[in-house]
């Protein structure tokens, strides 16, 4: 097994704890094998130390041309358990600094979900369209691994999102639209279906918080949430993210149903 990690933003390695930031400027992607052992102790280059391998990013898609785009606030998905690609949803360009090697600028929100497939040298990048309005950043994502099904829980849309977008002018993305609903996202024929959330926090969406799958509970599982920013009263209008509450409750469960 392969953790691969794009490092065409500022990422962190989580291996379910959070350990040691890596901050890159450069359009790599960083893989490291799950079935070695590693003394965290010792350094990457010396016996027993953790051993991170490197290799370049596939800039483009082959079949379309479109440039794979860096983005921040999006969501890795393992995938079905039978697939080899590596799935990554939703994000927003980082508009703060334009001049990165990996920017590009924002595009529509029709190809949300991008697979990588490590074993294709020449065509590693696919897009899907999962035929949904916006490209969400910042929400909170499970996965149900068994029935190959994506979960993403609210989120918002900013500057970044698209070029529908850029009208907000707010380079330092303090400024976002909520989202209401919960994406479920069939990550093997790549259709998708909103599931409402106005019962939740207030009737309002939430930015940020954890969700998490658990697959014992019930027939099919269940979903859990915890955390998160809400903007209560809001009213359709632009939120800011110094402003608005946290979500307090000490948990949200969803049970989930598969056909």
């Known amino acids: 097994m392969t953790l691969a990690i794009s490092t065409s933003e500022p990422v962190s390695l989580r291996l379910h704890l959070k350990s040691k930031q890596l901050t890159c400027a450069d359009n790599n992607i960083l893989s490291i094998n799950l079935t070695d052992t590693w003394n965290w102790k010792k350094r990457g280059n010396e016996t027993g130390g953790l051993s991170i391998n490197i290799s370049q990013k596939n800039v483009t898609n082959p079949d379309t041309g479109t440039i794979v785009p860096s983005l921040i606030r999006g969501h890795m998905f393992h995938g079905p358990a039978n697939s080899t690609d590596i799935y990554r949803f939703g994000g927003t360009n980082y508009m703060y600094n334009?001049?990165?090697?990996?920017?590009?600028?924002?595009?529509?929100?029709?190809?949300?979900?991008?697979?990588?497939?490590?074993?294709?040298?020449?065509?590693?990048?696919?897009?899907?369209?999962?035929?949904?309005?916006?490209?969400?950043?910042?929400?909170?994502?499970?996965?149900?691994?068994?029935?190959?099904?994506?979960f993403y829980l609210n989120g918002q849309i900013d500057m970044g999102t698209s070029t529908k977008t850029l009208a907000l002018q707010d380079t330092t993305q303090t400024?976002?639209?909520?989202?209401?609903?919960?994406?479920?996202?069939?990550?093997?024929?790549?259709?998708?279906?909103?599931?409402?959330?106005?019962?939740?926090?207030?009737?309002?969406?939430?930015?940020?918080?954890?969700?998490?799958?658990i697959d014992a509970v019930g027939t099919s599982?269940?979903?859990?949430?915890?955390?998160?920013?809400?903007?209560?009263?809001?009213?359709g209008q632009v939120a800011n993210r110094s402003r608005g509450e946290l979500v307090c409750e000490t948990f949200q469960y969803a049970t989930i149903v598969c056909c």
């Open 98 to 150: 334009q001049s990165f090697e990996g920017y590009t600028s924002p595009e529509s929100s029709t190809y949300p979900l991008w697979t990588y497939d490590p074993s294709d040298s020449s065509k590693p990048w696919g897009q899907h369209s999962i035929s949904q309005p916006w490209q969400p950043n910042h929400g909170a994502a499970a996965e149900a691994i068994d029935m190959g099904l994506g």
């Open 175 to 213: 400024l976002y639209t909520p989202l209401e609903g919960m994406l479920v996202i069939n990550l093997v024929d790549f259709s998708s279906a909103n599931i409402s959330t106005s019962s939740m926090n207030k009737g309002t969406p939430r930015v940020g918080g954890t969700l998490d799958y």
């Open 221 to 235: 599982g269940i979903l859990v949430a915890l955390g998160g920013q809400i903007q209560p009263g809001l009213g």
